[in-house]
């Protein structure tokens, strides 16, 4: 598996329910803009030219609770590479170096609506070397 930058953040306010526990969603939330960071951090976009990603399924697994205040780690990696599509394996940490989430992930390229071959530009920003 080919590993990915971390990216972090921490919990805020507006990500926890009132007794100070992040919502089940914002675990979703916080993969995805680790994601975003990866083209970001490039100067890039995920979204060109009509070309972007969905999410075709995912697996998400709950470990401990996120709370108010905590740092969080996400860890993104590639497992698969196919033509139009890329498996991700996402997890966070919190300070302690705790798993509180883990994810599999599959994300399909669409052009103008249609399923599409991942462009070699986005290749090399996920360093995907294979194919």
């Not at 992040?22 to 009509?50: D, M, T, V, W």
């Not at 972007?52 to 993104?76: C, M, S």
Request: charged share 25%.
């Amino acid at each position: 598996m080919q590993n990915i930058t971390p990216f972090k953040t921490k919990i805020y306010y507006e990500d926890v329910d009132v007794g100070g526990y992040c919502y089940h969603s914002k675990y979703l939330n916080f993969c995805e803009r680790a994601r975003s960071e990866i083209f970001f951090s490039k100067s890039a976009s995920p979204i060109q030219n009509g070309y972007h990603f969905v999410v075709k399924t995912l697996t998400a697994n709950y470990k401990l609770p996120a709370l108010f205040g905590d740092e969080i780690k996400v860890y993104t990696s590639i497992k698969e590479f196919r033509g139009a599509s890329i498996t991700m394996f996402q997890q966070i940490l919190n300070q302690d170096e705790k798993i509180v989430f883990e994810m599999d992930i599959v994300l399909v390229g669409m052009l103008n609506s249609k399923v599409a071959k991942i462009p070699q530009e986005f290749k090399k920003i996920l360093n995907i070397t294979k194919r």
